[in-house]
């Protein structure tokens, strides 16, 4: 699986963006997939995850009630709307295959930055 994640850039605190992530290769429509992001200096972090079918979402408190993060298997795709975005959230934001957790056989995506302005 080879994901590309785009729709990053510079916003301005309380704006939103929304990221995308797709799969040129092969199809995600068998894998829970999931948002990371990793700020500078700081360790990569859990943001939010979707079920193989989109019938149930994770998201991490820091993100809950202002992100959602949804699919369209027919895409090959998975998307995170972010809104009321702070300078917190500034970081480099990776989609991955699988929950969650961080295992050994998962896939990523390049990373795509986003930097929010105060």
């Known amino acids: 699986v080879q994901l590309q994640a785009s729709g990053g850039g510079l916003v301005q605190a309380g704006g939103s963006l929304r990221l995308s992530c797709t799969s040129s290769?092969?199809?995600?429509?068998?894998?829970?997939m999931a948002w990371f992001r990793q700020a500078p200096g700081k360790e990569r972090e859990f943001v939010a995850s979707?079920?193989?079918?989109?019938?149930?979402?994770d998201y991490a408190d820091s993100v809950k009630d202002r992100f959602i993060i949804a699919r369209e298997n027919a895409k090959n795709a998975v998307y995170l709307q972010m809104n009321s975005l702070n300078p917190d959230d500034t970081a480099v934001y990776y989609c991955?295959?699988?929950?969650?957790?961080?295992?050994?056989?998962?896939?990523w995506g390049q990373g795509t930055l986003v930097t929010v302005s105060s």
């Open positions: 991955k295959t699988g929950p969650r957790t961080i295992t050994l056989y998962d896939y």
């Open positions: 290769r092969r199809p995600i429509n068998n894998y829970i």
């Open positions: 979707i079920s193989r079918n989109g019938d149930s979402t």
